[in-house]
């Protein structure tokens, strides 16, 4: 109770330093420390997105506008709403490890190509002996933390999971709706784990998940992006739902992997995801980019060494 008492005083934080921000995205995450307090914070701040009840409620309640100039019929103005308008989300990490920092911290992005053979000898070990802690999933599944915010549930051990906003969704905008449906399975890590045995799984997440959205916000699965990340940003298995309009991190081609095209791939191939080839981002400032470049993983040619042993023979070249 201390903790949270805290937390709601900022004046008490000490920023060391920016790790990243987006001025397209309106962010910005810091690394620092509370006052009194041992141990690394990370603070995430958003700007939240406009609705019509925003721009409704600036009208009412007492929004003084500052002019900057006017010039014929354009005027540039900057408007400071009511307090209440104008509520930043905060999200707050602690304790923060080194894992938790180097994932906020802004860096050079490469492009991966991830063979069966890189996944096996590289990532999974790598995975198995560094990932971060899951004991906030598990809290969720075992109902010790955020009940509340639960919107659909399906207990079956095998093929249910619980659907819930996403940390980044504030579970009131619905510009920016944004849920995680958390498998109850346990072991089941990321894309490469699946196989035609869990076609039944992806199946209830897609169309349970789908309606339960639909009941409850009102937007149908044509309105919606349901993806997998890869790789994920925790490695317990779980499916993202966001609205359509809404252009949520992660979305872009190398991050991004359909449910619908996922559930086609194994449908067609049941050991497609252990046998495929991935792209994916990786940071310079990741502990697993230094393995990939020691390996010479991210040169050209040793990369597409790698990738296939399929190089063009000499015999029969002009």
Same mark, same amino acid.
């Given at each position: 109770?201390?903790?949270?008492?805290?937390?709601?005083?900022?004046?008490?934080?000490?920023?060391?330093?920016?790790?990243? +921000?987006?001025?397209?995205?309106?962010?910005?995450?810091?690394? /620092? &420390?509370?006052?009194?307090?041992?141990?690394?914070?990370?603070?995430?701040? &958003?700007?939240?997105?406009?609705?019509?009840?925003?721009?409704?409620?600036?009208?009412?309640?007492?929004?003084?506008?500052?002019?900057?100039?006017?010039?014929?019929?354009?005027? *540039?103005?900057?408007?400071?709403?009511? #307090?209440?308008? @104008?509520?930043?989300?905060?999200?707050?990490?602690?304790?923060?490890?080194?894992?938790?920092?180097?994932?906020?911290?802004? $860096?050079?992005?490469?492009?991966?190509?991830?063979?069966?053979?890189?996944?096996?000898?590289?990532?999974?070990?790598?995975?198995?002996?560094?990932?971060?802690?899951?004991?906030?999933?598990?809290?969720?599944?075992?109902?010790?933390?955020?009940?509340?915010?639960?919107?659909?549930?399906? #207990? +079956?051990?095998?093929?249910?999971?619980?659907?819930?906003?996403?940390?980044?969704?504030?579970?009131?905008?619905?510009?920016?709706?944004?849920?995680?449906?958390?498998?109850?399975?346990? /072991?089941?890590?990321?894309?490469?784990?699946?196989?035609?045995?869990?076609?039944?799984?992806?199946?209830?997440?897609?169309?349970?998940?789908?309606?339960?959205?639909? +009941?409850?916000?009102?937007?149908?699965?044509?309105?919606?992006?349901?993806?997998?990340?890869?790789?994920?940003?925790?490695?317990?298995?779980?499916?993202?739902? $966001?609205?359509? +309009?809404?252009?949520?991190?992660?979305?872009?081609?190398?991050?991004?992997?359909?449910?619908?095209?996922?559930?086609?791939?194994?449908?067609?191939?049941?050991?497609?995801?252990?046998? #495929?080839?991935?792209?994916?981002?990786?940071?310079? *400032?990741? @502990?697993?980019?230094?393995?990939?470049?020691?390996?010479?993983?991210?040169?050209?040619?040793?990369?597409?060494?790698?990738?296939?042993?399929?190089?063009? *023979?000499?015999? @029969?070249?002009?």
């Amino acid at each position: 109770m201390e903790s949270e008492i805290e937390f709601q005083d900022l004046s008490k934080f000490i920023v060391k330093r920016v790790l990243s +921000d987006s001025s397209q995205r309106k962010t910005i995450c810091v690394e /620092g &420390e509370f006052q009194d307090k041992d141990g690394k914070f990370i603070l995430l701040l &958003e700007k939240k997105a406009f609705t019509e009840d925003n721009v409704k409620n600036l009208c009412i309640e007492k929004s003084i506008l500052k002019k900057e100039f006017i010039n014929d019929v354009y005027g *540039s103005y900057e408007l400071f709403p009511s #307090t209440e308008l @104008n509520g930043v989300k905060a999200t707050v990490i602690y304790p923060a490890s080194e894992h938790h920092i180097k994932k906020f911290e802004r $860096t050079r992005v490469h492009i991966l190509e991830e063979t069966e053979e890189i996944y096996n000898n590289i990532t999974l070990p790598y995975i198995l002996q560094h990932q971060l802690s899951l004991e906030w999933v598990f809290n969720i599944l075992e109902h010790k933390s955020e009940k509340d915010r639960i919107v659909y549930e399906d #207990t +079956d051990p095998e093929n249910g999971f619980i659907l819930i906003p996403d940390l980044k969704w504030d579970g009131k905008q619905f510009e920016t709706l944004y849920l995680l449906a958390i498998c109850n399975k346990r /072991g089941l890590k990321s894309l490469r784990d699946l196989n035609s045995s869990h076609i039944q799984l992806l199946n209830n997440i897609l169309y349970s998940g789908s309606k339960a959205i639909e +009941d409850k916000y009102g937007l149908t699965r044509s309105r919606l992006r349901i993806f997998f990340h890869y790789p994920p940003s925790f490695y317990h298995l779980h499916v993202h739902f $966001t609205y359509i +309009d809404f252009e949520a991190p992660g979305i872009n081609f190398e991050r991004a992997h359909s449910l619908v095209s996922v559930l086609e791939n194994i449908r067609t191939k049941g050991d497609y995801y252990q046998r #495929t080839t991935l792209l994916f981002p990786i940071r310079e *400032s990741e @502990n697993l980019f230094v393995k990939y470049k020691e390996e010479g993983l991210l040169s050209p040619v040793n990369n597409c060494k790698r990738v296939k042993n399929d190089e063009p *023979s000499n015999e @029969n070249v002009d």
